[in-house]
């Protein structure tokens, strides 16, 4: 039993010999081992570099023409090509449009002929009306005469003659309303008549524009490009299926956008740029397109304007928010066409007397920038203000100048290392 002791605990300092060995030979300090650097002091000229695309500063959507249902395509540019401002670029089937304005004015003709008409009855009503007028007061100014005499007559034949002046007056009067009552009958229905003729010429200005509107003409001088027909297959489209783009004999419906035309004669570059770059980029600062379908070809140009409010890629892996910038460009070449991609190179401000460490020198840790700063006990961990930052430095604030900062994390190279000291042991005590 003494003896299996002795046994084990040999082992056991065999093991731990071997342990220590191994620590010496594998791991020397971890410190040591480290990659460092000085924080340096001097000029700092600020670049922000981005890819972005080319695009033409002016464009504008050509769509089918509101005018209700589904409207034949008879003719469509082709994508490609060049149109003139006014130059026709689709063109739909007007026939229903034709039939439409064909209807309409026969309905303004019957609306027309029916004004004559009803003018023609009302002069004919005022006329007759006109004659029963007098005939009503001779009738009245007879009684009256009749009347005048009947102190002459006897009582019966005077009572008569005031019966009959009464009559006339009344008719007269009647007659009179009455033709109160027809004027403004006549001018009641003169005014239906017009209301409808009013309508029918609405109608016949409304076909004649639909007509108009079915031909799309380009707004301004560019080129034509013919959008994809979602309907070309008459059911539902999956992916990866190829569309075709709209071509004669296709149907569309109001409200479609059949076409673009996109004006080259004036180019921007549109790109995004880090959350953490915003603050060094600021419209009118210089800046150098490269254009990869071109190499060579330098492009000068400036910022435009950056967005103010910075957005996430909804369906992106990237958690970082991005601004919007656009930059005008200066040199266009005619061999440059939109829709390519470039490198942008954005010039910022010169950083005079500025202390600044490699870019990998600066860590993230729970929302703050950190370095490593060499100690005697290793290295330790200094919260520190990120100026600007540059592709290779950055620049910071409550840090000395000549301060010895590491380049990798020694938290993660410890670990490593630790990692790899139970093997080295093993093979140590083999």
Request: no cysteine; net charge neutral; charged share 25%.
């Amino acid at each position: 039993m003494r003896g299996r002791v002795i046994v084990l605990l040999a082992g056991a300092a065999a093991v731990a010999a071997a342990t220590v060995g191994a620590w010496d030979v594998l791991s020397a300090p971890v410190a040591a081992r480290i990659p460092t650097v000085r924080v340096q002091r001097g000029s700092v000229q600020v670049k922000v570099n981005t890819t972005g695309e080319l695009r033409a500063a002016r464009a504008t959507q050509l769509i089918a023409p509101p005018v209700g249902g589904q409207l034949q395509i008879v003719r469509v540019a082709q994508s490609g090509d060049r149109v003139h401002a006014g130059d026709s670029v689709v063109e739909f089937d007007p026939a229903e449009q034709a039939f439409a304005l064909e209807q309409a004015g026969f309905d303004l003709d019957q609306a027309a002929q029916e004004i004559v008409k009803a003018d023609a009855l009302a002069a004919v009503q005022d006329a007759e009306d006109e004659v029963a007028v007098l005939h009503a007061r001779f009738e009245v100014r007879r009684a009256e005469l009749a009347a005048s005499g009947n102190e002459f007559l006897t009582a019966v034949e005077a009572r008569k003659n005031l019966m009959l002046l009464d009559e006339a007056q009344h008719q007269l009067a009647q007659l009179e309303k009455d033709v109160r009552s027809h004027g403004e009958t006549n001018r009641a229905a003169a005014d239906v008549l017009r209301e409808k003729r009013n309508k029918a010429q609405l109608s016949v200005q409304v076909a004649r524009r639909n007509i108009d509107n079915l031909i799309i003409r380009a707004p301004f001088d560019g080129f034509v490009l013919v959008r994809e027909n979602p309907g070309a297959f008459g059911g539902p489209i999956f992916f990866g299926m190829p569309i075709p783009e709209f071509r004669a004999g296709d149907s569309a419906f109001s409200g479609s956008t059949i076409a673009d035309v996109v004006d080259t004669s004036k180019v921007e570059v549109s790109a995004k740029i880090a959350e953490g770059d915003r603050a060094n980029v600021n419209p009118g600062q210089p800046s150098d397109v490269i254009v990869d379908a071109t190499p060579g070809t330098t492009l000068h140009g400036s910022v435009r304007a950056v967005s103010s409010v910075a957005a996430r890629q909804f369906f992106g892996g990237d958690v970082v928010k991005q601004f919007d910038v656009v930059f005008d460009v200066a040199n266009m070449s005619a061999r440059i066409h939109p829709g390519v991609t470039a490198q942008i190179s954005i010039s910022g401000a010169t950083l005079e007397d500025a202390l600044y460490v490699p870019r990998q020198a600066v860590f993230e840790s729970a929302g703050r920038s950190i370095v490593y700063v060499r100690s005697s006990a290793g290295f330790d961990a200094r919260q520190v203000r990120v100026k600007a930052r540059t592709d290779t430095l950055a620049v910071l604030e409550n840090i000395e100048p000549g301060v010895e900062v590491a380049l990798v994390d020694p938290r993660a190279a410890s670990a490593s290392r630790t990692k790899t000291l139970a093997p080295a042991a093993q093979r140590a005590a083999r």
